[in-house]
Each structure stands twice: as structure tokens, then as C-alpha cells.
DNA sequence: CCCTGAAGCGTACGAACGTACACTCTCGCG
DNA sequence: CGCGAGAGTGTACGTTCGTACGCTTCAGGG
């Protein structure tokens, strides 16, 4: 086609098509034909865009940790107090366990990436980091680093379960971990 | 070479080269070619022993959970009573974060699977419920529950983290979740 | 109105891939 | 000893891949 004209969407929808083809196929079937075509665009836009699937790939997934981000935000942001956090957090656990497939799909694409290359570290470094100022606002650091990690694996294994566990469940851990006073063994 | 003679350990040779191959490089990089260079095995030994990539993965996935399952059982396993547990517990979490890269790797990388595949999930399912039946010794099955995602959690978030998280701090996280009765908040 | 530089595209090439299948080799039976 | 059967292998085919690069198109300056 040549348009010659400028198309500053061309790059985020590029974007967008890799995120849904690694949600959908997986990383194993990225390739940059099929981005190309999920995405309406020729092959040649792929390399004029982007200098090589690497590139790609970590663009996509800094975006995904803005969305991923937001989504933190917007449950625990809106907590005023104790009981609205502990709340808030059960909240988000079930929506990121129940809610689309795919965020979870992509989180776990992206840990696995993490787990392999600290480059994408980065990004769950500062997933991690903006969880923990939202859950610091309520509780005490240590707590806070606690719940952070609770909260992964109650979404994790709600996601992955036969029969995911109830909220109920869920708001019990998190008050257990939130409850800082000792209590008899 | 053709030597005629049935091989018992080929089969097991190459699911071994598979595995590394998946921890070092990613499941995106997997070919019978590189399997079979790194098995030292021919090309048409991969097509003679398995069907095709997806039943070569599916076997060296179901070796990776029996001897994750293993590592559960060797920690959880001994336990005596409930102050046992919580440290076997302990030692598991740091065991999986902070030993071998590859099985955290692995971990990641069928989690990832199972997140997309129910066909996967078969193994995260038998993985959790024997993990379970562990720690049901010792606590009732909701408290097994929490603590079970509170397990994976915290693997995860000590193995990603820029500075990982002390000892302390985990038996004081398992320490919360598995106390039974009622605190203030 | 023309010219030019930047933006963007189509295509071709070499490498790597999965798979099929004709083949070689050895063991054990007769 | 000879030979059939079955285990295991080498190779060749068609496909798909990433990448390079010459080409087309058009906005804006002269």
C-alpha cells in the first residue's frame, strides 16, 4: 500500500495483536506473520516498527503491567481503612482468578519470562513495588510484603483449582495475615 | 548408527534433555532438533519414541511434577507435629526459591501451560492435592488451603524479588495463617 | 508545479522446522 | 548358518520463519 502518511496507531495496535496472540496461543507460537496478521498489518511494518520479536515482546509486556498495575490501583486505591483494604484485596483476588483469561494467562507468560531473564524483572519489580504502596497505607511493611504474596497465591491457585476455594476462604487468610496480634498455637 | 537393539533409556534421555532445554531457553525454543543434539540422540529417534512435541511435553512435564512432588513430600513428609510443619514449610519456601533456577523455571513455565490448557491442570490438580494431604496432617483443610497459596506465593515473590525476604519472615507469615483462633484487628 | 526526504511496503533469500519413509542393522528362531 | 522381524536411523520434502532491502507513495518547501 505505501500510504506515506505517519500512523502513530500502527505501532499500538502491533501491541495489542502480540498480547492477544501470547494470551490466545501462547509465546511458542509468536511469530512475527502472525502478529502481522492478527493485527492488519503487512509484514514489513514489523521490523520497520520494532527492531526484532525481543523488542516486541518487552514493549507488550511493559504495556500489560500498566493495565495490570491499573487494575491493583483501582481496587486498592479506593480502601479508606483496614476493612475496606482487607475487602478490596479479596475483591481483587477473585476478579484476577475469575475474571478474564487472559490477564492471567499473560501474568503467568510473564513470570515464566522473569524466572528465566532478569530484563523482565523490571516489570514485576515494579508490579510488586506499586502493590506494596497500596497495601502500606493500611498495613505495617513486613504485613504488607505478606498479604502481597498471599494474594498471588490465592489468585494462582483459585485460577488452577478443580474447585476454586469460596470467598469466604479468601477473606479468612487475608485476616489472618493482617491480624497482628499474636495468637495461641 | 542403527545398532538394533531396543534402548530403554533413550526414551528417559530424551525427556531429560527436554526439560533442561525448556529451563534454559523457554518452551518458544523447543525443536526436536535441539532436543535431539542435546540428548545426543539422532533426528528420527524423537518421531520413533514420541508422537510429536506436544506428547514429548506432556510426558517431561508429568517427570517434572514427580519429583517436584518428591521435594514436597521430603520436606512436608517428616514432620512430627505442628511446629515441625510450620518450619518444614519455611525450609520448602526458601528450598524452592533460592535452590535450582531450573525447577522455579519449570514451575513458571507449566503453571503458564495449565493457566491455557486444562490438559496441563491434571498435573497442577495431583501437585496440589498431594501437597494437601501433607499439610492436612497437621492442620484442618481450610488452614491447608491458605496455606498452601500462601506457599506458592511467597516461593514466587522470594524468587522474583530484588531483595528477597529473610527466614523471619516467612515463618511469621506461616505462623499467621496457620493460627486458629481469634485476634483483634 | 516539481523535487526530495521520510514513511512504509512487498518480496525474496537462507536457515530452521516437523514429518514421512525407505533404509540398515542386529537378535533370536528354526 | 540363514533369515525374518522389528528396532532404530538418515535424509529429503514442503512449510514457515526472521530479516534485508529496493521500491512506492505523499507532504511540504521552493
Same mark, same amino acid.
Given at each position: 500500500?505505501?500510504?506515506?502518511?505517519?500512523?502513530?496507531?500502527?505501532?499500538?495496535?502491533?501491541?495489542?495483536?502480540?498480547?492477544?496472540?501470547?494470551?490466545?496461543?501462547?509465546?511458542?507460537?509468536?511469530?512475527?506473520?502472525?502478529?502481522?496478521?492478527?493485527?492488519?498489518?503487512?509484514?514489513?511494518?514489523?521490523?520497520?516498527?520494532?527492531?526484532?520479536?525481543?523488542?516486541?515482546?518487552?514493549?507488550?509486556?511493559?504495556?500489560?503491567?500498566?493495565?495490570?498495575?491499573?487494575?491493583?490501583?483501582?481496587?486498592?486505591?479506593?480502601?479508606?481503612?483496614?476493612?475496606?483494604?482487607?475487602?478490596?484485596?479479596?475483591?481483587?483476588?477473585?476478579?484476577?482468578?475469575?475474571?478474564?483469561?487472559?490477564? %492471567?494467562?499473560?501474568?503467568?507468560? $510473564?513470570?515464566?519470562?522473569? *524466572? /528465566? !531473564? =532478569?530484563?523482565? &524483572?523490571? #516489570? +514485576?519489580? @515494579?508490579?510488586?513495588?506499586?502493590?506494596?504502596?497500596?497495601?502500606?497505607?493500611?498495613?505495617?511493611?513486613?504485613?504488607?510484603?505478606?498479604?502481597?504474596? %498471599?494474594?498471588?497465591?490465592?489468585? $494462582?491457585?483459585?485460577?488452577? *483449582? /478443580? !474447585? =476454586?476455594?469460596? &470467598?469466604? #476462604? +479468601?477473606? @479468612?487468610?487475608?485476616?489472618?495475615?493482617?491480624?497482628?496480634?499474636?495468637?495461641?498455637?
Amino acid at each position: 500500500m505505501a500510504t506515506g502518511h505517519t500512523d502513530p496507531q500502527r505501532r499500538e495496535r502491533i501491541i495489542a495483536a502480540t498480547l492477544d496472540l501470547i494470551a490466545e496461543e501462547g509465546i511458542a507460537r509468536v511469530s512475527h506473520r502472525r502478529i502481522a496478521t492478527r493485527a492488519g498489518v503487512p509484514l514489513g511494518s514489523m521490523t520497520y516498527h520494532f527492531s526484532g520479536i525481543e523488542e516486541l515482546l518487552r514493549e507488550a509486556f511493559g504495556r500489560f503491567t500498566d493495565h495490570i498495575v491499573a487494575v491493583f490501583d483501582a481496587y486498592l486505591g479506593a480502601a479508606a481503612d483496614r476493612d475496606e483494604a482487607r475487602a478490596a484485596v479479596a475483591d481483587l483476588v477473585h476478579e484476577l482468578s475469575e475474571g478474564s483469561q487472559r490477564d %492471567l494467562v499473560l501474568t503467568q507468560e $510473564l513470570y515464566t519470562l522473569a *524466572a /528465566r !531473564e =532478569p530484563a523482565y &524483572r523490571e #516489570l +514485576t519489580h @515494579e508490579w510488586m513495588r506499586r502493590s506494596r504502596v497500596h497495601l502500606e497505607k493500611h498495613f505495617d511493611p513486613d504485613t504488607a510484603r505478606q498479604l502481597d504474596a %498471599l494474594i498471588e497465591g490465592l489468585t $494462582l491457585h483459585r485460577a488452577l *483449582a /478443580r !474447585e =476454586p476455594h469460596g &470467598r469466604a #476462604l +479468601t477473606l @479468612e487468610a487475608v485476616a489472618r495475615v493482617t491480624t497482628t496480634d499474636r495468637g495461641s498455637h
